[in-house]
């Protein structure tokens, strides 16, 4: 194999099944640079196959590239505008409502969607798909199990109700985590589940190419209902909405016509 970043993400693609050409090259380049300095590697060649060897180092390196950064109600004004605005619509459709967290990460944002709708008396039925690329954060999301500092974005009425601590950790009721299904998916897949009433996917697109972010928003569309809203990340925001088949409706929020 030739020791280029070229011949890497052939082989990484081999290996894990993420394509690197369709994230930002430089962004990317230098960020596989400084892991592979900081593990004590000193080509690519070598790198790839102490991943073959070594699962632990492996499955760091996937948490590492895919970001996995995320937090509980994670942009609280942003919060405040699903709560007053988007609920309501979700209410009006007076059936079981479909939610997808994509690229969910360690499952704070899917349970903040759970916290909101049960703590604000939601009427109907309502499931939560939470979906990410890193089996290894899916896994602890499933166990819902954080530390004092994870909860403490969390709003206290709701911290009252949904947390309790155990042995120095502190843990989700099943009233939040039993609405939540968590899966693997990756998001430059051809294949999206569908139905969906809202779709929070944020702080993610910022990582890909044009086309990339152009094929993801497409499959989103796709992946909603008429009047279905998508939700979007603070430093991310969707130029030509109309493109996908979207109408702003708020700062962050669009909505499927």
């Known amino acids: 194999m030739p020791d280029t970043y070229e011949s890497f993400k052939r082989e990484f693609l081999r290996l894990s099944g993420l394509d690197l050409n369709s994230y930002n090259e430089k962004q990317m380049k230098r960020r596989i640079d400084a892991f592979i300095d900081r593990s004590d590697y000193n080509s690519y ?14 499955h760091s390196f996937i948490s590492y590239l895919t970001i996995n950064v995320s937090s509980f109600f994670r942009n609280p004004e942003q919060w405040k505008v699903f709560e007053e605005l988007i609920i309501p619509r979700l209410k009006s459709k007076r059936k079981t409502v479909h939610l997808w967290s994509a690229a969910c990460s360690r499952g704070e944002e899917a349970y903040s969607l759970a916290m909101s709708l049960t703590g604000n008396a939601f009427p109907s039925k309502y499931d939560i798909l939470a979906t990410d690329f890193d089996e290894t954060v899916l896994s602890d999301a499933k166990n819902a199990i954080y530390t004092e500092s994870d909860i403490k974005t969390i709003p206290e009425n709701f911290k009252n109700k949904y947390v309790f601590e155990r042995d120095g950790k502190y843990m989700l009721r099943g009233s939040i985590t039993g609405n939540v299904t968590f899966k693997r998916h990756d998001l430059l897949s051809k294949i999206y589940p569908t139905g969906f009433d809202f779709i ?31 939700f979007i ?13 979207f109408e702003r409706l708020k700062s962050f929020f669009y909505v499927k016509v």
């Open 45 to 58: 060649y070598d790198f790839i196959k102490g991943m073959r060897q070594d699962l632990s180092l492996f």
């Open 233 to 245: 990340g603070s430093t991310e925001q969707i130029k030509h909405p109309e493109n996908y088949g």
């Open 200 to 230: 929070a996917c944020r702080n993610v697109t910022i990582y890909f190419t044009d086309d990339a972010k152009d094929y993801i928003y497409k499959k989103l569309s796709d992946s909603l209902v008429k009047d279905g809203v998508l």
